[in-house]
């Protein structure tokens, strides 16, 4: 796919318009990608999270960025993993509402983890396969408007699986 790419390194220093945060339904913080995310941003974050109201499984809320080199953080919640097929789609509008959300606030470069694969438990070869899936269609249903992706991978096994999906990717 054009304007996807894959990056084996750390989603806080992207310099993506925004990133996106694997947050959990308080996006008050949290382990994981979500914690690095606060961390590196500072405590504004949390303050304006706080104004939120949180956020359902599925959904995606922006925020400004703070100390972040990106502009803003798009959070959203990854379902925890069960086995049910909502799971998919669940994770699949994770995906699709953060690029909507991004597109809204007029943004072209986005930054994913790889959401709900760590203490969430979605199996990586699975919730990689609906990642690239959820962006080709969303890409595809969006030809005029240019935008940007990286799948960031914090480990070498995350960025293989990206790297094979996405050559074994027909679109």
């Known amino acids: 796919m054009k304007d996807v790419n894959v990056v084996l390194g750390d989603i806080t220093q992207s310099e993506c318009d925004c990133i996106v945060n694997a947050a959990n339904k308080t996006l008050l913080g949290g382990g994981g990608v979500d914690g690095a995310i606060h961390r590196a941003a500072g405590p504004e974050l949390v303050r304006e999270c706080a104004t939120l109201g949180g956020c359902a499984t599925g959904e995606a809320k922006i925020t400004k960025g703070y100390g972040l080199k990106a502009k803003y953080v798009i959070h959203t919640v990854g379902p ?92």
């Open 80 to 171: 925890i993993y069960s086995g049910a097929a909502t799971d998919a789609e669940l994770l699949g509008k994770c995906y699709t509402n953060s690029l909507e959300l991004a597109k809204a606030n007029n943004l072209h470069s986005i930054a994913f983890p790889a959401v709900s694969t760590g203490v969430y438990g979605y199996p990586l070869e699975t919730a990689t396969r609906i990642a690239v899936d959820a962006v080709s269609a969303w890409k595809t249903a969006n030809r005029g408007y240019p935008m940007r992706v990286d799948f960031y991978c914090f480990n070498e096994r995350a960025y293989a699986q990206y790297v094979l999906t996405l050559k074994n990717t027909k679109y």
